[in-house]
């Protein structure tokens, strides 16, 4: 179930877009307005999921809460496993703020989003996600559809409404000001808008993703949709093939038959149009869109808050791995992650390894590689640089020791490898760190591209995605690294964006907007 578990999680990095195609498309008429039920003043009760991707904005807003707003009572409901994770943001906010307040954790019942996603997918039980990599854009948007359409509603009736039940329990008890809202958390959505509180989406994606369709006059396609790796703006000529790609994607999922049943369950036990999310503009929305990072839109509505990187600040690396950081030290360091998800096939690793040997022989960098392997390589496998690694220019790990955000932050790291997560691409605009983005699917496509549009990175293996070649990684890595006048822009646009971000952390601007909104209940 572990693996399910992360498999399913990889779709989940969808959820936030698709929930947005959903709100715009089959919202409910305008109803009259009611105010809001008004809870507690200053206190504050976050509805989470545990994967990493979605709920990592949540904890760092959390946290910075407890360090710079020690006046709110933060609560905060997820599934047992993310209980050492919330224990950890209290201890990050005491190494700042002695004295700082506990995290109120709660319990929620039934399975987890990506145990439940991986049940409605059929309980895939291959220890692989191969089966959702895809082809960008319009050649690979059946495989798109078969990833997100049980990506919309995993749990089935009977555990949506356990779990609906439970965060209206909450919300009576703990009687917040405020509700913060995970995007793809759907029972604790309607458990807030049932219940009439007030209410506040944190989003990891930037407002490009989110807010496309709120643009007037047809920009909304200037920009690429989910699984789309299209320039920004759309060129002319790619005009038709985003149009197509959009009607088929919205009209296959408002339209999918696997959350019928569990759309009659919910109404029978009141719950009323669960799939029609409220849209964009209706609540107070938080995003990590930062400035000179994201994609200009023609119109931003009124309740965005743009807060840049929001980072979880965790111990620094030296203190998390002393020794690692010696390591570091040595030389300027290319790190390569591609996230917890991702697992390498013999072809895959051995095309990595082939291609870090080249840059090696070319420039004076090393490499921190992570590298975990499918179940299907063989136990006996080696890479096939093994002389590299023996002079330790190359430090392959199955697991790393530090956070990625603490690594980037040594100041040794410059090159950041990854698979176009939202997080991980914010973690490298907070470093002030060019990427080197490999996609293979789903909105990764999308921060890959967006490394391209912005000036601060490299889709690589664009050629050939979601296929790699030794040339294509090579040539990749070295436009950043060599030292030429293209690497020397991306490295410097990076840095000054860096060092805007780490002027004010996004944590920070969310944890005043949430405090901002919890200030006014009843005493």
Same mark, same amino acid.
């Given at each position: 179930?572990?693996?399910? $578990?992360?498999?399913?999680?990889?779709?989940?990095?969808?959820?936030?877009?698709?929930a947005?195609?959903?709100?715009?498309?089959?919202?409910?008429? @305008?109803?009259?307005?009611?105010?809001p039920?008004?809870?507690?003043?200053?206190?504050?009760?976050? /509805?989470?999921?545990?994967?990493?991707? =979605?709920? !990592?904005?949540?904890?760092?807003?959390a946290?910075?809460?407890?360090?710079?707003?020690?006046?709110?009572?933060?609560? &905060?409901a997820?599934?047992?496993?993310?209980?050492?994770?919330?224990? $950890?943001?209290?201890? %990050?906010?005491? *190494?700042k703020?002695?004295?700082?307040?506990?995290?109120? /954790?709660?319990?929620?019942p039934?399975?987890?989003?990506?145990?439940?996603?991986?049940?409605?997918?059929?309980?895939?039980?291959?220890?692989?996600?191969?089966?959702?990599?895809?082809?960008?854009? +319009?050649?690979?948007?059946?495989?798109? #559809?078969?990833?997100?359409?049980?990506?919309?509603?995993?749990?089935?009736?009977?555990?949506?409404?356990?779990?609906?039940?439970?965060?209206?329990? =909450?919300?009576?008890?703990?009687?917040?000001?405020?509700?913060?809202?995970?995007?793809?958390?759907?029972?604790a959505?309607?458990?807030a808008?049932?219940?009439?509180? #007030?209410?506040?989406?944190?989003?990891?994606?930037?407002?490009?993703?989110?807010f496309?369709?709120?643009?007037?006059?047809?920009?909304?396609?200037?920009?690429?949709?989910?699984?789309?790796?299209?320039?920004?703006?759309?060129?002319?000529?790619? &005009?038709?093939?985003? &149009?197509?790609?959009?009607?088929?994607?919205?009209?296959?999922?408002?339209?999918?038959?696997?959350?019928?049943?569990?759309?009659?369950?919910?109404?029978?036990?009141?719950?009323?149009?669960?799939?029609?999310?409220? $849209?964009?503009?209706?609540?107070?929305?938080?995003?990590?869109?930062?400035?000179?990072?994201? #994609?200009?839109?023609?119109?931003?509505?009124? !309740?965005?808050?743009?807060?840049?990187?929001? &980072?979880f600040?965790? @111990?620094?690396?030296?203190?998390?791995?002393p020794?690692?950081? !010696?390591?570091?030290?040595r030389?300027?360091?290319?790190?390569? !992650?591609?996230?917890?998800?991702?697992?390498?096939?013999?072809?895959?690793?051995?095309?990595?390894?082939?291609?870090?040997?080249?840059?090696?022989?070319?420039?004076?960098?090393?490499? =921190?590689?992570?590298?975990?392997?499918?179940?299907?390589?063989?136990?006996?496998?080696?890479?096939?640089?093994?002389?590299? +690694?023996?002079?330790? *220019?190359?430090?392959?790990?199955?697991?790393?020791?530090? %956070?990625?955000? %603490?690594?980037?932050?040594?100041?040794?790291?410059?090159?950041?490898?990854?698979?176009?997560?939202?997080?991980?691409?914010?973690?490298?605009?907070?470093?002030?760190?060019?990427?080197?983005?490999?996609?293979?699917?789903?909105?990764?496509?999308?921060?890959?591209?967006?490394?391209?549009?912005?000036?601060?990175?490299?889709?690589?293996?664009?050629?050939?995605?979601?296929?790699?070649?030794?040339?294509?990684?090579?040539?990749?890595?070295?436009?950043?690294?060599?030292?030429?006048?293209?690497?020397?822009?991306?490295?410097?646009?990076?840095?000054?964006?860096?060092?805007?971000? $780490?002027?004010?952390?996004?944590?920070?601007?969310?944890?005043?907007?949430?405090?901002?909104?919890?200030? /006014?209940?009843?005493?």
């Amino acid at each position: 179930m572990g693996r399910l $578990r992360q498999i399913a999680t990889v779709v989940a990095a969808s959820v936030v877009l698709v929930a947005i195609f959903l709100a715009r498309a089959s919202s409910s008429p @305008e109803q009259d307005y009611v105010a809001p039920v008004r809870g507690k003043n200053e206190t504050v009760l976050f /509805f989470i999921n545990t994967e990493y991707g =979605l709920s !990592n904005v949540h904890l760092a807003t959390a946290s910075a809460l407890l360090e710079k707003h020690p006046e709110i009572d933060v609560h &905060i409901a997820s599934f047992p496993r993310s209980a050492p994770k919330v224990a $950890r943001v209290t201890s %990050s906010a005491r *190494r700042k703020l002695k004295g700082a307040k506990d995290i109120h /954790f709660h319990e929620l019942p039934g399975p987890e989003y990506a145990e439940a996603l991986s049940d409605r997918m059929g309980g895939l039980g291959r220890k692989s996600i191969r089966h959702i990599v895809h082809t960008p854009g +319009i050649k690979g948007i059946d495989q798109i #559809l078969r990833s997100v359409q049980p990506a919309m509603s995993p749990w089935d009736g009977p555990n949506h409404v356990l779990i609906y039940e439970k965060a209206t329990e =909450l919300i009576q008890t703990v009687d917040p000001a405020l509700v913060v809202l995970d995007i793809a958390l759907r029972p604790a959505i309607d458990a807030a808008r049932q219940n009439n509180r #007030l209410y506040a989406f944190i989003a990891p994606n930037v407002l490009a993703d989110t807010f496309w369709a709120e643009q007037p006059w047809g920009a909304m396609f200037k920009y690429s949709r989910v699984g789309c790796d299209f320039p920004f703006p759309v060129p002319w000529r790619k &005009i038709p093939e985003n &149009i197509w790609f959009t009607i088929r994607f919205v009209y296959l999922v408002v339209t999918r038959p696997d959350f019928k049943g569990t759309k009659e369950y919910l109404r029978a036990h009141g719950i009323e149009d669960s799939v029609a999310l409220p $849209r964009p503009h209706d609540r107070p929305w938080i995003t990590q869109d930062t400035p000179g990072a994201s #994609l200009p839109l023609d119109l931003t509505p009124p !309740n965005i808050t743009r807060t840049g990187p929001i &980072i979880f600040d965790n @111990e620094p690396a030296v203190e998390q791995d002393p020794e690692l950081v !010696n390591w570091l030290s040595r030389a300027p360091t290319v790190l390569v !992650n591609l996230g917890s998800l991702f697992t390498y096939s013999e072809q895959d690793a051995t095309t990595m390894a082939l291609a870090i040997e080249e840059v090696l022989a070319k420039t004076d960098v090393q490499f =921190l590689w992570k590298w975990a392997k499918e179940d299907t390589v063989s136990a006996d496998y080696k890479l096939p640089v093994k002389s590299i +690694i023996d002079e330790g *220019r190359l430090r392959v790990v199955d697991w790393l020791t530090v %956070s990625p955000a %603490s690594i980037l932050d040594t100041g040794h790291i410059v090159a950041s490898v990854h698979h176009g997560g939202a997080n991980c691409y914010h973690e490298a605009v907070a470093a002030g760190i060019p990427h080197v983005v490999i996609p293979m699917w789903l909105d990764c496509y999308n921060y890959a591209q967006l490394a391209e549009d912005v000036g601060v990175g490299v889709y690589a293996t664009r050629a050939t995605a979601p296929t790699w070649t030794v040339e294509g990684l090579r040539d990749s890595f070295l436009k950043v690294l060599d030292g030429g006048e293209e690497g020397r822009q991306m490295r410097e646009k990076a840095k000054k964006l860096g060092e805007t971000a $780490r002027r004010e952390p996004g944590r920070y601007v969310a944890a005043r907007e949430v405090a901002r909104l919890a200030e /006014f209940g009843h005493a």
